[in-house]
């Protein structure tokens, strides 16, 4: 049963007259009344531009207006505290320094063993140390400065490629002075709560507003994400419905006949250039579906989903051209499938049509006003989709809601991915398409069927290219394109 948690955050007042600072407070509680211990909360001074995390079972920070976060150990060196912790592939603990200073990062296992390590020089500034773990378990971030040392403490539940700690550098110096963690009345603060639960990370909506005096601030976290989905809530019409997207594009398995969502959204199956085979003889896994081959029998002659031939009459849904994948039984949208780590249950997803498709890019409001941006993910080109619920502090995205600029114009490195993502970002990777037996602009172009029919033997797909995007775009139903399935939000 899904739940909606609340977190409460009480702000007291210290002394009016000494005006030293604020106690902060936080407890968390459920929709129904019951309380619950929260992971973390991240607290943000936008306004002087530090941050602290408190986890668990920690639950008071001071926020004073003369020595700075009581936790942190001084002005001249602070460290924040890791984010997500635990974590799975990998975690980020903000570094601040007020100048310039030789640092040494370590980070070590509970019985001593140095796993990685990294020496450099860094400018004064807000830095973000990204550690990676190979197993799971303990470890411990050790950071050494002129200035002072500090430890985190890092605790991993799954098994990740490599041990690893980087640093992505500030892009700004302090505001006031290098006073680092100092707070004063009228701050621009955001305030954001996080809940890790069986290996996923949840966080609530942000609350951003200058901060006079003392208050008590509810951050409410959204609806669950059902197995298999993006954490991230996206309205899709005037009438306020909303959706989850899957966690990656749709495939099938012809050994098996399962299908599944591929691991990451940025994944692809089919590569630029190569041939196939005749219904797929040469492959196994297919990413990229003639329309509305869903696998079920709806009198289309090609309904399978290994299907390459190039005649349009082969891909009628329910064997006419009047309708649409949704109408009839429905059995024509990929999303009536049980889908293997998406719930494994009939009927629990969809595809969009093409009024969603093109309402999400062009019609969609947003508080932060950012609906979608192109951009590069590691090597892969693609568009941004944002969250309803999406804060432009969380990432600044260059031309958000533009769609004739280049992919590189936002170029995004895995680990920042990580983070995007875990605010419910979609990415749509620019995997192609497949014309017959021929795969396509693999890396140059991505097309996303819709539901909805066009006329004849022509059906409503989203199109990005490296200089434009096409929202409402037209195109043969015998093409292969990709296909991203969402799941209503109840």
């Keep these: 049963m899904r739940r909606t948690l609340l977190f409460t955050m009480l702000l ?34 936008l306004t002087q531009g530090w941050m602290t995390t408190l986890n668990y079972p920690d639950t008071v920070l001071v926020l004073s207006t003369q020595v700075g976060v009581g936790e942190w150990q001084g002005r001249n060196f602070n460290m924040g505290s890791a ?19 030789e640092v040494q990062l370590q980070v070590f296992r509970a019985d001593g063993k140095v796993v990685a390590a990294r020496d450099m020089r860094l400018e ?19 950071v050494v400065t002129p200035q002072g040392n500090a430890v985190a403490r890092l605790v991993c539940t799954d098994r990740g490629n490599v041990d690893d700690v980087r640093v992505t550098p ?20 955001r305030y954001e709560a996080f809940y890790s639960a069986g290996g996923s990370t949840s966080h609530s909506a942000v609350v951003e507003q200058a901060q006079y005096t003392s208050e008590t601030v509810t951050l409410v976290f959204p609806v669950g994400a059902p197995q298999g989905a993006i954490d991230g809530l996206f309205t899709v019409n005037d009438d ?31 590569a630029l250039g190569q041939d196939v ?9 297919v990413g990229l579906f003639g329309w509305s081959t869903s696998g079920y029998n ?24 009047l309708f649409n994948l949704y109408d009839q039984t429905g059995q024509a949208d990929w999303g009536y499938n049980a889908i293997a780590n998406g719930g494994n249950t009939e009927q629990l997803w969809r595809t969009l049509t093409i009024e969603e498709w093109d309402y999400l890019f062009e019609t969609r409001t947003t508080p932060s006003g950012i609906r979608f941006a192109k951009a590069r993910v590691g090597e892969v080109n693609g568009v941004i989709l944002l969250p309803d619920d999406w804060s432009g502090s969380y990432y600044s995205l260059n031309f958000p809601n533009v769609t004739n600029v280049y992919y590189e114009n936002n170029l995004i490195s895995l680990e920042q991915w990580d983070t995007i993502e875990q605010h419910g970002a979609v990415f749509l990777p620019a995997a192609g398409y497949r014309l017959g037996t021929e ?15 066009c006329y004849e033997d022509r059906a409503y797909c989203v199109s990005v290219f490296d200089s434009g995007l096409y929202p409402q775009a037209i195109d043969f139903i015998f093409n292969g394109f990709s296909v991203r399935l969402v799941q209503e939000a109840h």
């Design 83 to 101: 984010f997500p912790n635990p974590f799975k592939d990998g975690t980020t603990v903000p570094l601040e320094l007020s100048e310039a200073s």
């Design 439 to 453: 795969v396509h602009n693999t890396g140059s172009s991505g097309h996303y069927w819709s539901s909805t029919h």
């Design 240 to 270: 306020g419905s909303k959706v989850f997207f899957s966690k990656g594009n749709l495939q099938y398995e012809m050994n098996t006949g399962v299908w599944s969502f591929m691991e990451h959204q940025y994944d692809r199956v089919e």
């Design 170 to 189: 500030s892009q700004e110096t302090f505001k006031r002075g290098g006073n680092t963690g100092v707070f004063e009345p009228g701050d621009l603060m």
């Design 124 to 142: 004064a500034g807000i830095h973000q140390v990204t550690v990676r773990l190979s197993t799971p378990g303990m470890a411990f971030l050790r």
């Design 277 to 285: 085979g005749e219904d797929y003889a040469d492959q196994d896994i």
């Design 298 to 321: 709806h009198g289309a002659p090609c309904y399978q989903p290994w299907r390459t031939t190039t005649s349009s009459n082969d891909y009628l849904p329910y064997g006419s051209d």
């Design 12 to 45: 007291l007042a210290l002394s009016v007259q000494a005006q030293e600072g604020v106690t902060v407070s936080f407890t968390a509680a459920t929709a129904a009344g019951g309380y619950t211990p929260f992971t973390s909360v991240m607290v943000t001074d």
